[in-house]
């Protein structure tokens, strides 16, 4: 009996190790609470603790394992010492007018080239993606119980933006989160950025200034997430539906296997079991569909962004070029208009400033017959 | 960035390759060899803005799957040692990581017990050095995953095969608890056979009786075989008379077929209007080189331009104000010069033409 319960464990084991399903594309399925558990086993302690052994304690530690001569452990920190490895005092910013390495052969006929093209140094997507990644870099906490705990597992998520529109076709226009293992699949959830959760419904053409705050997330809350065969639905509020019941409907009608249910709030990642690489779903606004794919799961590092309270964490976005106003071409459109005898298309965009000015006059008086919709650019996010 | 895969790769294994001639695995070797190829400009440059992040994290996962199996002690070692020197040089802060999956940990292990136990102190230290320096992530997978498209882009990985011990397929498959279970399994078959019949029937001998050790022989007659062929083939790399000869054989071999594709067969007489013609072996190796070239879609933008060109033409003059702004044309931009795009590949596509 005890044998056939050491065989289970390993079994167990055996199976929580990641391998590759398909050879790089995805892994096999595992249970990431486990797999964290088997790493922490393997561990020593030390090598994943936030701060630095003392290297004298090393040191210590290095000679009485193997044996050696404090003298010979001198001897090796002279010859394998990192300083050794640079070549004199070079600029690093400079090519070697006569490169050996291939790489620096290709990299130079590509600097080449590029001194030939005339473009702005820093261009404006560039600053952002800077600014995003000072938010995080090498953050601590400033209280200590935000500290991530040690040995947490850190989960990356790429997070597919639906074929919205004509000029997503082509490119895979993603987001890139990083959550914590023992977060709830609600947090993955908030952080998610759609635009299809800020629209606005109405016609407001007759009363522009009494456009309502409220946007479809906070009207329309029900979400899930469909993770191996589970769907896992918001229900935090009272006026959360399962959503998923149309889904799981059909299928039941054409003869798939049952799919379970889930709560969101309930679960953390820990308790999923899933595959590295594989492409999982998100639906929310009912029918807003994003594809999203694990891409990484590791332990924290001493030089991640350790505060708790910034995760999920946005780490890449796609950038979208913004629509401006047809009118000044400057500022970006926050209406739109259809049925409209004065605008030049149908349906047209406009800022809220030549929106107010070409449709209305001093008193505040529809001018004209048309119909007025809010906009929300998709690169609101931006 | 995945341009500077193969690059890399080509600049690794030149220094592997180097490392393994010295038929050392001391860091004062591979120390020599990176000072001698001067391997920490490869992260020099001009940067462009996150690109040196970027190629760290390429050239860390390029060369980390020399540090594990199936690659010989050796290799693993001077993987190691490359790791380490640029782990160490890279130019980002904070630094790159080097990716380790649970399942090649094991490996680890086992390369840092079998490093103590044969003593190498360089090995340990730098190996430690890394730990403490917490250079690694402890992760699910060697690389992220991310349904990338399937490109043929040698990201798939190739085994360079001079650093991997000559393969011994035959002798994986006959160990000795294998032998054990055949004569295991023999016995018992002699013994049935035995109890069956009273005396034993000539016929019934399809067996050799010496079966196990007869095996045994064979397969260490092949590795006796296989070490000598391989010693010999190094010792007369160049002038060997079994190069020669192969060489030789190769040649007339090459030659009886440049005889038989050289006579065109006579179509028959109802198809002479479609007589064969011979093609020399160079051009037609050209023609299936010239892949037809994607013809792309022109971009949205150029294809509106053309619309309201032409549209444009067909009303008014220059004058016209846009269709789709309200504002007029304040003047018309003269056709850019079209800008020749960059050639990662210059050996490819600039074959012979």
Known sequence: MAEGSVLMHEDEQHENVPAFEFVNVNSTEFHIGTFRD?????????????????????????????????????????????????????????????????????????????????????????????????????????SPGDLIPEGEMVLTFNIMYPVLFQRFKRVRAFQTVHVLGSQRLTELRDAICCVSDLQVFGEFSSTPDMVPQFISKDHYKSAFFFFNGTFFNDTRFPECRDISETTREWARSRGFPHFRTAKMEDASFYDLRMKVGFPYYYTHQGDCEHVLILTDIRLVHQDDCLDVKLYPLITHKHRVVTRKCSVCHLYISRWITSSDALAPTDPCLFCDQCFRMFHYDDEGNKLGDFLAYAYVDPGTFN | MEHFREPVKTDCEELLARFQATESVRYEQFLEIWRDMNFSSIYYGKPEPSERRRFARLILSVVSPYFFPPYTFQIRVGGLFLLYGLFNSQLVTPREKIRVSLKDWKDVMQFQRDAVNAQHYDVVYIFRKLLTDKAFYFTAMPIPLFYREKKEDGRKMKICEEFVDPSSRPQELVTTDMLEEIANIHEHYEGLKKSVFAEPDPNLDLIQKNLVPKLNGAILTYSNWQWNRTESEQQDDEEGPSNQESSRRAQLLASIKSRSYGQAVEASKSRRHRQTQLVPAAEAEFSLKVTPKKKRKPSLKTRTQYRFNTQGNESEGLNVTRVWCMSAVKEEKAPEKRKKKFNWNPEKSSDPT
């Not at chain 1, 004199?88 to 620096?104: K, Q, V």
């Open chain 1, 38 to 142: 088997l790493w922490l086993e393997v561990l020593n302690p030390e090598v994943y603790s936030h701060c630095a052994t003392a290297p004298e304690v090393e040191d210590v530690e290095f000679i009485e394992e193997m044996g050696i001569e404090p003298k010979t452990l001198e001897e090796l920190k002279h010859i394998c010492g990192a300083d050794s490895l640079k070549r004199g005092h070079e600029d690093p910013d400079s090519l070697p007018s006569d490169p050996h390495l291939s790489t620096l052969k290709l990299r130079k006929r590509r600097q080449d080239y590029k001194e030939t093209l005339t473009r702005d140094t820093l261009d404006r997507h560039e600053v952002y993606a800077n600014e995003l990644e000072m938010i995080s870099v090498g953050k601590k906490p400033e």
